[in-house]
């Protein structure tokens, strides 16, 4: 069974950092593309990041560049989001997410439930 | 980036075909994905490339893709399929991922 399971959500001040994790199981982790998307509480979802399957490639919303850095260890099969200097725009249920294929063009098969981060001082 | 426009909300009685829209400029030259988020759930892949049908996905679900606009067909709706329904694209300009504004769909 195909599973993503999100961790490292919470309530942090604005300004600060919090690191998300995806813990990926039920297929070989390391030959697909995965991805972070958010959405914000009573709004649509938005697409915050991608990875290759190798990770030599990575992609980001505009307005995340800078501040949030997405990683992979194939070898304990897990994603990461690193978030820094989080705003009250950040505020959203952060969902992982599997593409299909190694690459990020192609269509998203499999979602965690999400980890919800509130940022609020 | 590229922008994709959903109508917020849609509704039709059961037993009835629902038409979800998708417009873009020329996304009939891109891939369409559509994906179910029922309420406090996390999102379902039910069409992909335009029209393909995952695995165990109804046949009452279809897409369609030409010109400006994608669209999502459910045929015989049911109350189950209250949900919202979100398009998404490949935006290789930009290499990111776009998804539409959603389209919530009520069945009467």
């Known amino acids: 069974q195909v599973q993503l399971v999100e961790s490292g959500g919470g309530v942090v001040q604005p300004g600060k950092s919090l690191k998300l994790s995806c813990a990926a199981s039920?297929?070989?982790?390391?030959?697909?593309?995965v991805h972070w998307v958010r959405q914000a509480p009573g709004k649509g979802l938005e697409w915050v990041a991608v990875?290759?399957?190798?990770?030599?490639?990575?992609h980001y919303l505009d307005s995340v560049k800078g501040r949030f850095s997405i990683s992979r260890d194939n070898s304990r099969n897990t994603l990461y989001l690193q978030m820094n200097n989080l705003t009250s725009e950040d505020t959203a249920m952060y969902h992982c997410?599997?593409?299909?294929?190694?690459?990020?063009?192609?269509?998203?098969?499999?979602w965690g439930q999400g980890t919800l981060v509130t940022v609020s001082s | 980036s590229f922008v994709l426009t959903q109508p917020p909300s849609v509704s039709v009685a059961p037993g009835q075909t629902a038409t979800i829209t998708c417009g873009g400029n020329?996304?009939?030259?891109?891939?369409v994905n559509w994906y179910q988020q029922e309420p406090g759930q996390a999102p379902v892949l039910v069409v992909y490339?335009?029209?393909d049908r995952p695995a165990g996905m109804p046949e009452r679900f279809s897409g369609s893709n030409s010109g400006n606009t994608a669209t999502l067909t459910i045929t015989r709706v049911e109350a189950g399929d209250e949900a919202d329904y979100y398009c998404?694209?490949?935006?290789?300009?930009?290499?990111?991922?776009?998804f539409g504004g959603g389209t919530k769909l009520t069945v009467l």
């Open positions: 997410a599997k593409s299909s294929h190694e690459v990020a063009a192609a269509d998203i098969d499999t």
């Open positions: 039920g297929f070989t982790f390391k030959d697909f593309a």
């Open positions: 990875i290759s399957f190798d990770g030599s490639k990575k």
């Open positions: 020329n996304i009939g030259r891109k891939s």
């Open positions: 490339d335009d029209s």
């Open positions: 998404q694209v490949w935006d290789s300009n930009g290499d990111l991922v776009v």
